[in-house]
């Protein structure tokens, strides 16, 4: 029923993985040979091979993430080409797309899997000549090297980086569990370590009190993995020269062929609209932090300052310090309150299970629905020194009926990097961190609660990556509402209840600089799109970013600063040309919030069913929009997005 995660022996991993693939090599061969084609004797099997694969490499590619080390990262750089190769090989097999061309398909979900089929194999360059086909994977392999690689430089320089702080004044004011996170005991007397990893990172910047320290963190942060500017220019090459192999005219134009957005033009028009309704809000913000800081502490604001200063300003407006808050949500009441929120609003339950996982911090749970078991997730939250930063959802097992008729059950990774505990706290969680888990369990509710019985389009298969961020973000939104922070919030020493004023801060204070946060990901979303829209190399790629740096960055970074080098999102995931999704998707996210909310119990429990039959369980069986329309009978408003930032 469900994979024990279990890796025997992770050097002998490539050579499985190897005869994996020749035994997949070899039933595709016999599947070429078949006179008489259909959807159950070719489009099956393959979709069971693909589960087949996945299932067997999954567990090795989470690791490298979750534990790095030099034994992961040698068996995970060694099996890249054989899946690369693997892969080149079955998007060009001539014989095989002219098998599945003659198939007769009338049923809508085994219509979609088919169409879908035919549509990837074209976007593979399948009609294209022996001599372009070639090259394309000769840029498949050397892709996923330089993604795996810049990845790899990235995790090792944040792991690196160290700033020892042994004066108490420089930690003055902090939050006691930041305080008791970073202790050290080093040459007999009390120091602190604070680090480039996020929960310690974060700590420093938004109430370290010393601005020296402050400058050398981001500096620090902003500057990490150099050689990572080497790797951008020739990913940019290849995928410029893949997308023109292809036939499109750029990497943009190649990427919406599988996403919502319908071209270029609408995509960069959306961004600017979005950057003009929050630009005059987004000034104010500013010009209020600046004569904030200047009146505190009288400095010019700089990039390093943005952080501890906003959080002063904020708590001054709000009477609010975030860090208050975190006594109230302890890791594993959040958790637990977060299930049964799930449990209640989706009718399922969650039964804790004792399985072979990759870290003792890991919590797995089996998901009941009806009595039947349906799924399992799992939790690893826990920041830790070989993990990468970030927060993820990682899809393992998917939904499906395999050829024999065998019906098969999701589970899921939920990855984040929350402060561990220590030996005088739990592990406590901001708010942002609670927004966070939210975020990530509305991915894998997404995959865990599907019905759909064709695998390429079940849970989060198949759903276009500017959509794939809506049921996120939907239910992120829920972490601010009174109703539901009630059900997990209570301090960690005495039990008591958080505060019924802390929690109308929490909602009251949700949009503070939301207009210049918007800016921030609009900078992000329109770097990453125009840089794939032509050729940019070498400084060529700052010059872009500085050129819209011009509209959406009102206080202008330090020019040592070079974001790009670690924006693994676009050059290590699968972002490229794609990170205005999160946006994209928020104008469906947001519609969504406000249809579903209820101001007496957060939820509305009949839309939530709605949410949960139209969209959550319907996978990719039909573009978003469709399955959107079913569920609510009308199209998204895109003005509820600035509704929802209070614009």
Known sequence: MFQNFQIDNIADFPKQLQTLIDNHNKEIDNLTKNQNPTYETILKPLQDMDEELGVFFTPLSHLNSVLNSDETQKAYEECIPI???FHSKMAQNVELFEKIKDIDENQPDRKRVLNNTLRDFRLSGIELSQEKKDRLEEISLRLSELSNQFSQNLLDATSKYELIIDNPKDIDGMPISDIESAKIEQDGKSKYRFTLQMPSYISYMTYGPNREYREKLYRAYSTRAPQNAEIIDELLRLRKEKAEILGFENYAQYALQTRDASSQESVIEFLNQLADSALPQARQELDELKAFAKESDNIELQSHDVAYYSQKLKKQKFDFDESETKPYFEQSKVLGGLLDLVSELFDIKFKSVQVPTWHKCVKSYDIFENGKIAGRIYFDLNARKEKRG???????????RDTQGNQHLPSAFVVCNFSPSSQETPSLLRHDDVVTLFHEMGHAIHHLFSKVQEHDISGINGVAWDVVEFPSQFLENFAYE???????????????????????KIKESKNFQAALSILRQVEFSLFDFKLHQKLYQAEQVQELLDSIREKTALLKPPTYNKFQHGFSHIFAGGYAAGYYSYKWAEVLSADAFFECLDEKSGFDTQKAKGYKEHILSQGAIEDMSKLYQKWLGRSSDPKKLLKLYGI
């Open 482 to 504: 009174e109703a539901i922070l009630q059900r997990f919030g209570f301090h960690y020493q005495t039990n008591e209840p958080i505060p019924k004023e802390m929690l109308a």
């Open 83 to 85: 899946l690369s190769k």
């Open 390 to 400: 970030g927060a993820w959802m990682n899809d393992w097992q998917t939904h499906f």
